[in-house]
């Protein structure tokens, strides 16, 4: 089992920055890829940004050049560093880890942007 509990949302008025944090805990050995999706109400759970064994890193088209996804293996933390965001980037924000082809998911955390 791997655990991870996110950080970081909260409230930012548009063109604001905020930072994700996602701690791993239980099994973390051999975690294949870790990353950030992103949910609104009606519409299903997208890709945000991914990070995999090796350091190769995929982003969503509508936030490429805006948000960077970073590992820190000492700390077992990965981070989503969000920068110029717009309201559309209002939503609940997952962290996820694959280990073993078994998805792990955190709680989410809510990220609002509104002025």
């Known amino acids: 089992q791997v655990q991870l509990v996110e950080s970081g949302g909260g409230l930012v008025q548009p063109g604001g920055s905020l930072r994700l944090s996602c701690a791993a805990s239980?099994?973390?050995?051999?975690?294949?890829?870790m990353g950030w999706y992103r949910q609104v109400p009606g519409k299903q759970r997208e890709l945000v940004a991914v990070i995999i064994r090796g350091g190769s890193i995929n982003y969503a088209d509508s936030v490429k050049g805006r948000f960077t996804i970073s590992r820190d293996n000492a700390k077992n933390t990965a981070y989503l560093q969000m920068n110029s965001l717009k309201p559309e980037d209002t939503a609940v924000y997952y962290c996820?880890?694959?280990?073993?082809?078994?998805?792990?998911w955190g709680q989410g955390t809510q990220v609002t942007v509104s002025s």
């Open positions: 996820s880890a694959t280990r073993w082809g078994i998805d792990y």
């Open positions: 239980g099994r973390i050995s051999s975690i294949d890829a």
